[in-house]
T-cell receptor, first 113, second 113 residues
Framework: KAGVTQTPRYLIKTRGQQVTLSCSPI?????VSWYQQTPGQGLQFLFE???????NKGNFPGRFSGRQFSNSRSEMNVSTLELGDSALYLC????????????FGPGTRLTVT | DAKTTQPPSMDCAEGRAANLPCNHS???????VYWYRQIHSQGPQYIIH???NNETNEMASLIITEDRKSSTLILPHATLRDTAVYYC??????????????FGQGTTLQVKP
């Protein structure tokens, strides 16, 4: 079974721009979660989607948003990028029906200049 | 979710068992202990989880004390590829927060030849 895939793997943006990251979960998984990882704050939960509905949201500003499609693929969007948004963005999927283990993708490395 | 405490770093000789401790003294009766690891610049990888009984899989063993206030992850024969940051996480399953993992700082395990 193919793992979680994320695109793009690397991205460079300028302050003030917006960015969209994509995540394809493991086939059959209905839950997708997003995390931000920075050297200073470590791994922090952004939000979780299950069957196209946001179930949980972390403590991030409204500039961070996401959505999930009917095929469980998910996107996250960051608007009005700031230098502090430079991070590794990780997506994780789980089946959502009794399977509680989360499987992470390789991440998207975003650099904001 | 209960708070966990882990040593910031540990060393282990290649081929020897690596024993990684985790303290979770405020764990409640229906919270599970999960372990993930993150090899440099990759997404975290699920290792094992347990409630009260000891668990073993192809990657590791999890020993949970009888009072459940601490646990130990055991890698029976550590290799250089096991060098990673290991995270101990306590999760309440079945709740609306099931998809939200709270990562601490973890333990950096350095396996040395």
């Amino acid at each position: 079974k193919a793992g979680v895939t994320q695109t793009p793997r690397y991205l460079i943006k300028t302050r003030g721009q917006q960015v969209t990251l994509s995540c394809s979960p493991i086939s059959g998984h209905r839950s997708v979660s997003w995390y931000q990882q920075t050297p200073g704050q470590g791994l922090q939960f952004l939000f979780e989607y299950f069957s196209e509905t946001q179930r949980n949201k972390g403590n991030f500003p409204g500039r961070f948003s996401g959505r999930q499609f009917s095929n469980s693929r998910s996107e996250m969007n960051v608007s009005t990028l700031e230098l502090g948004d430079s991070a590794l963005y990780l997506c994780a999927s789980r089946s959502g029906t009794g399977g509680y283990e989360q499987y992470f993708g390789p991440g998207t490395r975003l650099t904001v200049t | 979710d209960a708070k966990t405490t882990q040593p910031p770093s540990m060393d282990c000789a290649e081929g020897r068992a690596a024993n990684l401790p985790c303290n979770h003294s405020t764990i409640s009766g229906n919270e599970y202990v999960y372990w993930y690891r993150q090899i440099h610049s990759q997404g975290p990888q699920y290792i094992i989880h347990g409630l009260k009984n000891n668990e073993t899989n192809e990657m590791a063993s999890l020993i949970i004390t009888e009072d459940r206030k601490s646990s130990t992850l055991i890698l029976p024969h550590a290799t250089l590829r096991d060098t990673a940051v290991y995270y101990c996480i306590v999760r309440l399953l079945g709740s609306s927060n099931t998809g939200k993992l709270i990562f601490g700082q973890g333990t950096t395990l350095q396996v040395k030849p």
